[in-house]
């Protein structure tokens, strides 16, 4: 029988899915400005291949939050509560590292620069951690009791699982921007970052075979194992199409495995959207946390009108800058 709220929990899967791969990326960019750049110039061409698109990005995380205060008001008050310090420390990281884009030219000294550089970089590592020591958290099932309420320690939340769930995340995301900077990239930082992308690859490939597996272990159907096989092949994939000097498909193929790793999560999640590790019966669920029908039968009608124009706007704007950069684009600092 059709319900209301199991299409919304997957309009919000599908939001999370297309969070994780856009702003995968520019997070990985921006692990890359300390990890690939040899000078300033070279930091200011990887900054400028996110640049146009990185706040654009950011519109699916406020969707996603947004939609799951509205359809699931109870998953949203007990996961904010729940996860409050991880989710302060990603809100302060999303603020943090917007404005290092922002402020880091508006100044010429080398130390004003370094230091937002610095910004940029360590909220680009820290972010992409949390979310996934969340996502494993809330799949992992957490203490909650009857009412909903979180009745564990900060501490509890730092655990093996979700630990390596974070990594496996910021493994993912530094993976995915590498293969964008090959592909947005010209001469020899391309021909750079095309190097990275084994080592990378390899990285990633063991932290998301331990912790997809373990998911699957724990909490995995026939479904989930379906979409989990695809994350794997997908990855080598994208490695091949690297070495091929085929960017574009190493892109796509990058994004693949995050997309399949990050349904996997809610396809072990579902039909629960907060397991409770004290009794199963106080799990918050799609059902029992969910919206009233005409609540969420308003929200379908108002997605279905604005979000074709979102998706229209977005993919103009990655059309408008589809340019490969290279330091020759980068006038001389001031």
Excluded at 52 to 67: F, I, L, R, S, T
Excluded at 237 to 247: K, P, S, V, W
Excluded at 266 to 271: E, G, T
Excluded at 280 to 307: D, E, H, K, Q, R
Aim: positive net charge.
């Amino acid at each position: 029988m059709f319900h209301f709220y199991d299409l919304w929990f997957i309009l919000l899967a599908f939001l999370w899915v297309g969070y994780f791969f856009l702003e995968g990326f520019d997070f990985g960019v921006g692990v890359l400005t300390r990890l690939m750049a040899r000078n300033d110039t070279e930091r200011r061409v990887l900054i400028n291949t996110i640049a146009p698109v990185w706040d654009g990005n950011e519109v699916w995380v406020v969707a996603a939050a947004g939609a799951t205060f509205a359809a699931f008001p109870q998953w949203y008050a007990t996961m904010f509560s729940s996860f409050y310090i991880p989710l302060l420390i990603i809100i302060v990281c999303l603020i943090a590292r917007g404005v290092s884009f922002e402020y880091r030219g508006k100044r010429p000294g080398r130390r004003w620069q370094r230091n937002w550089e610095q910004v940029t970089f360590w909220t680009s590592v820290i972010t992409p951690f949390m979310w996934g020591l969340i996502f494993a958290g809330m799949v992992q099932g957490i203490p909650i009791n009857a009412r909903g309420n979180y009745v564990g320690s900060i501490g509890g939340l730092f655990n093996g699982y979700s630990i390596l769930g974070g990594f496996t995340l910021l493994a993912l995301f530094v993976l995915h921007g590498a293969v964008f900077t090959a592909l947005k990239t010209a001469d020899e930082m391309r021909a750079r970052a095309r190097k990275f992308v084994p080592a990378l690859g390899a990285v990633a490939l063991l932290l998301s075979l331990a912790f997809l597996i373990w998911t699957q272990v724990n909490s995995g159907d026939g479904a989930s194992l379906g979409v989990m096989i695809v994350a794997f092949v997908a990855l080598p994939i994208a490695l091949f199409f690297n070495q091929l000097g085929r960017e574009g498909w190493a892109f796509a193929f990058s994004g693949l495995t995050i997309m399949a790793a990050t349904a996997m999560l809610f396809l072990a999640l579902f039909p629960d959207v907060i397991p409770s590790t004290l009794n199963p019966a106080w799990s918050l669920t799609v059902s029992n946390a969910s919206s009233g029908s005409y609540t969420l039968l308003v929200m379908t009608i108002v997605a279905a009108i604005f979000s074709p124009l979102i998706l229209l706007y977005q993919s103009w704007t990655y059309w408008v800058f589809s340019r490969r950069l290279s330091v020759h684009h980068i006038p001389a600092a001031h």
